[in-house]
């Protein structure tokens, strides 16, 4: 299951399980489509996968299916930033 995380690990900006902003890679790291399209031109800078759009987890399996809670942010943010 994916984990959801909470908020762009460069910019800390706030991505709710809902919203469609949000790029992850296989590995799950997460950043929102500003940065994802722009300073990172889609490639991860953990791990050099791929960034692809979240799915959005429907509202009515989050009570069930909680999206994650704790905020990862790269340290020092995203080089190009
Ligand atoms: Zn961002
Ligand atoms: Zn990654």
New binding site residues.
């Given amino acids: 299951m994916l984990e959801l995380r909470p908020n ?6 706030d991505l709710p399980p809902d919203s469609s902003d949000a790029m992850i890679c296989t590995f799950e790291c997460t ?2 489509r ?3 399209t722009t300073v990172l031109a889609g490639v991860c800078p953990n791990c050099s996968g791929n960034l692809v759009a979240r799915p959005v987890r429907p509202a009515a399996l989050l009570n069930k299916y909680p999206a994650a809670t704790e905020r990862v942010v790269k340290p020092g943010g995203c080089p190009s930033l």
């Fill in positions: 762009c690990e460069c910019c800390d900006k950043f929102c500003t940065c994802a």
